[in-house]
């Protein structure tokens, strides 16, 4: 009976780790939002914690 508990518990975690997300998703994730406009973004997602002015004039939204 033990054996068997262990089994669905492991599975069970084995499915819910599985199911985290990955940092290489995340990357890929928010680079599509690269050059695409901020209100949507916004909107998509929420509002950014922090913004930084670049040299270049740009923004970069974090």
Known sequence: MKTIVK?????????????????ENFIYKYNSWVGQDINTFISNVGYPDRTYKLPN??????
């Open 7 to 23: 089994i669905i518990l492991t599975a069970t975690a084995v499915m819910l780790l599985s199911a985290c997300a990955s940092r």
């Open 57 to 62: 004039k740009n923004t970069v939204y974090v």
